[in-house]
């Protein structure tokens, strides 16, 4: 799984958005909500904020579902 990515580069938004997203797939909401919220956390740090801004939209839409 994405884990090793994830321990590799911890602070990496990517990372937590691939492994989020597989999350998503297997059908384990809470722990895609978990990396989707870690991911929107890092990507200002990384000077992406309109990311930041498009995963804060897709997790709330996670959280409705």
């Known amino acids: 799984?994405?884990?090793s990515f994830v321990?590799?580069?911890p602070k990496?938004?990517?990372a937590y958005i691939n492994r989020g997203?597989?999350?998503a797939d297997l059908g384990d909401k809470q722990k895609a909500i978990?990396?989707?919220k870690k991911a929107a956390k890092f990507y200002p740090e990384?000077?992406?904020t309109a990311r930041?801004?498009?995963v804060l939209v897709g997790l709330k839409q996670?959280?409705?579902a």
């Open 21 to 23: 997203s597989v999350y």
């Open 46 to 48: 990384q000077g992406d």
């Open 7 to 9: 321990k590799k580069y």
């Open 62 to 64: 996670l959280q409705q």
């Open 12 to 14: 990496d938004a990517d």
């Open 1 to 3: 799984m994405k884990d």
């Open 52 to 54: 930041e801004q498009k």
């Open 34 to 36: 978990l990396d989707f």
